[in-house]
């Protein structure tokens, strides 16, 4: 099964009448499989929004959104998703998290404690497997939180803002992390960022969404090497995107 996505005249407007407010769209848009793209804009531009209508929480007010061909007519159970709140419990350990999707699916927990080690050990928590949420960093809290939303090997997935409320370092660390794990598995994923340079530094294509209603400006294609580690982001093509992107946004006001 193909997972290219395909948004064809999508638009969002919520409430009726004189309240209505048009939050996104319309927006075609068509993204290969296996391509890492991310959505940048500035806050209320719709951009979470087009990921909830993606992964089927939302329901478009006009167009379609296809995965594979099919159209979303209800919430997506073959993608991963992640929030920039993540969805751990409590009162179970990390790889008791991270089990807790394969229990959901009804996938073997023996089956799989090899994909599950695999998956602890490439975001560097192998150590931390027998550890509760509320002994964890905020950075640590989210790798967890990947390997949740990967275990079931998803090939489509769905990031919205899941670094946003990370220090700077820690940020680079786990865009390392997300970097590698894309690497290896390439599923097809729709990343979410107010940040110009994280957007850059991960992505295959990145999005441009005007302010809101959130349309797209300009599709640019990323022409950078993998991995993209300090010495590619040091580089005048790196910088050069950074400039095209803010001058699209300071046309805007936006900065």
């Known amino acids: 099964m193909s997972h290219q996505i395909e948004f064809s005249g999508v638009k969002k407007v919520f409430g009726t009448g004189a309240s209505a407010v048009h939050a996104f769209g319309p927006v075609d848009l068509s993204i290969a499989e296996g391509e890492f793209i991310s959505l940048l804009g500035p806050s209320g531009c719709g951009k979470s929004t087009l990921m909830l209508m993606t992964s089927g929480l939302l329901e478009a007010t006009e167009g379609s959104v296809l995965i594979g061909g099919t159209k979303v007519k209800g919430p997506q159970t073959d993608v991963g998703v992640m929030f920039q709140d993540n969805t751990l419990v409590p009162w179970r350990t990390v790889r008791g998290n991270v089990e807790l999707q394969l229990e959901m699916r009804g996938m073997s927990l023996s089956a799989n404690k090899d994909k599950v080690d695999q998956l602890l050990t490439s975001v560097h ?23 949740q939303a990967m275990v079931h090997e998803p090939k ?82 790196f910088a050069a995107y950074v400039r095209e992107t803010q001058e699209i946004f300071r046309g805007y006001g936006v900065i």
């Open 156 to 237: 489509t997935m769905l990031l919205d803002e899941p670094l946003g409320k990370l220090d700077a370092m820690t940020r680079e660390r786990i865009r390392s992390d997300l970097q590698n794990l894309w690497m290896q598995e390439r599923p097809t994923v729709i990343f979410v960022t107010h940040s110009i340079e994280e957007a850059i530094q991960l992505s295959t294509k990145v999005a441009v969404i005007t302010p809101r209603p959130g349309t797209i400006e300009r599709i640019i294609d990323i022409d950078l090497p993998f991995p993209r580690d300090f010495e590619v982001k040091n580089s005048p093509e």
């Open 125 to 147: 928590m192998e150590d931390f497997a027998d550890r509760h949420p509320y002994e964890l960093s905020g950075g640590m809290q989210q790798r967890a939180a990947f390997c």
